[in-house]
């Protein structure tokens, strides 16, 4: 079955410092979506790449979606400690006609 | 406003007992999805629905069953709780949208439930 993996699982910051999230899935994806989950919170939708080669960005927060549909990225430019939590990627395959979720890149940033 | 709704939020069981976690969305999203979230873990999907009387099976869908009888809820039942079920769970909603080009969309979380099985 289709496999989504992110790497690295955990990610330890100096406030101010770049970050960035990988996430592979072992099928062709129809699109990806990236979440944020708080300390104690629920996932909450960040954004949602559907084209091959897709950049969107968000403030500081840029996301990529590979040429081959099979990767992603989340690259964070200067972090604060409100980006602080876990952050999951969810790839759409679709022969599968479901979403499979990464286990998820946790951040901390010391101020 | 329209909400994502989870109860209880916290729940103690004994092993062997049935257990009903209940979800409730008012945005009127076809689609439907019970995760549960361990340690360690991504959100591992258990059953998901994309509209009344459908269900489908997640990859960790042994011991829970669920029914969709209505667009607004879907309730997910522990047959026997083992302890092995001890988790967070949450429900998430997500509309249909044919035209947006993605196969389905944005999910919205419910606060979800930590449940103990004893």
């Known amino acids: 079955g289709q496999q989504v993996m992110q790497i690295p699982q955990y990610q330890h910051v100096q406030e101010g410092e770049d970050f960035t999230t990988y996430c592979n899935s072992s099928t062709t994806l129809s699109n990806i979506q990236w979440y944020k989950q708080r300390p104690g919170g629920h996932p909450v939708f960040l954004i949602q790449?559907?084209?091959?080669?897709e950049v969107k960005k968000q403030k500081r927060l840029t996301f990529q979606f590979g040429e081959a549909k099979k990767n992603s990225s989340l690259h964070i430019t200067a972090t604060q400690t409100t980006d602080v939590g876990t952050y999951f990627c969810a790839g759409v395959d679709t022969n599968a006609g479901k979403s499979t979720f990464g286990d998820g890149t946790t951040l901390t940033v010391k101020p | 406003d329209a909400e994502i709704t989870q109860s209880p939020r916290h729940k103690i069981t004994e092993t062997g007992r049935q257990v009903t976690l209940a979800c409730h969305q008012t945005?009127?999203?076809?689609?439907m999805f019970w995760y549960r979230q361990d340690l360690g873990h991504g959100l591992r999907l258990i059953h998901y629905?994309?509209?009344?009387?459908?269900?489908n099976k997640g990859e960790v869908s042994d011991g829970y069953s669920v029914s969709r009888s209505n667009t607004e809820d879907l309730p997910l039942t522990l047959e026997s709780a083992a302890s092995s079920q001890t988790s967070v769970y949450f429900c998430?909603?997500?509309?249909?949208?044919?035209?947006?080009?993605?196969?389905?969309?944005?999910?919205?979380f419910g606060p979800g439930t930590r449940l103990t099985v004893l």
């Open positions: 945005w009127n999203h076809n689609n």
């Open positions: 998430a909603s997500s509309p249909y949208l044919p035209t947006s080009g993605a196969l389905y969309n944005e999910q919205f």
């Open positions: 790449l559907v084209k091959s080669g």
């Open positions: 629905s994309y509209g009344v009387q459908d269900t």
